[in-house]
T-cell receptor, first 114, second 112 residues
């Protein structure tokens, strides 16, 4: 499967715990975007990364949220000290890096904070 | 700045009805335009795209034409099926490529 892989598909955390969401982009893609989607709502951009660099984190909350895309391995979205309001679907998308090419999305991680 | 505006949903149609979902955009350069579809519990899948004015994207019976004069990219299908029930997102990327803008999504339900 050469698509965008996200894991886990479902993640349950208690308030105050940490959540780590992983995303492996399509083969050959070195650009990753993270989005958040609340039920019955659209996509909210969070962060855009290239290998080892954060390009745009304008959509990411300043506290508790961080993202990385190391030279080796998947991109990680990390949420510290989760609260109920963090419950949402988090989608990763990868991009080939060429103009006119689309984003390719994974199936998301559904985070539930209890 | 760049933005995408989609018609409000939800939209409910009977099977075999004609579908139009309106999408208009604002862009400073020469964007590429996309339609994505999201089925329940899944991620967004690229449905079709167009990269320049007057291009028509098509896939699975869906079509959309890039209209620069009206800054529109309306999605159409001549005869919808129950299996087309999903949420549809219009999107653009600016001509530098790395910034993407999504509409709010339009929910479509097709009833038998």
């Amino acid at each position: 499967n050469a698509g965008v892989m996200q894991n886990p598909r479902h993640l349950v955390r208690r308030r105050g715990q940490e959540a780590r969401l992983r995303c492996s982009p399509m083969k050959g893609h070195s650009h990753v975007y993270w989005y958040r989607q609340l039920p019955e709502e659209g996509l909210k951009f969070m962060v855009y990364l290239q290998k080892e660099n954060i390009i745009d984190e304008s959509g990411m909350p300043k506290e508790r949220f961080s993202a990385e895309f190391p030279k080796e391995g998947p991109s990680i979205l990390r949420i510290q000290q989760v609260v109920r309001g963090d419950s949402a679907a988090y989608f990763c998308a990868s991009w080939a890096g060429t103009a006119n090419s689309p984003l390719h999305f994974g199936n998301g991680t559904r985070l539930t904070v209890t | 700045g760049n933005s995408v505006t989609q018609m409000e949903g939800p939209v409910t149609l009977s099977e075999e009805a004609f579908l139009t979902i309106n999408c208009t955009y604002t862009a400073t350069g020469y964007p590429s335009l996309f339609w994505y579809v999201q089925y329940p519990g899944e991620g967004l899948q690229l449905l079709l795209k167009a990269t320049k004015a007057d291009d028509k994207g098509s896939n699975k019976g869906f079509e959309a034409t890039y209209r620069k004069e009206t800054t529109s990219f309306h999605l159409e299908k001549g005869s919808v099926q129950v299996s087309d029930s999903a949420v549809y997102f219009c999107a653009l990327s600016e001509d530098t490529g790395n910034q993407f803008y999504f509409g709010t999504g339009t929910s479509l339900t097709v009833i038998p």
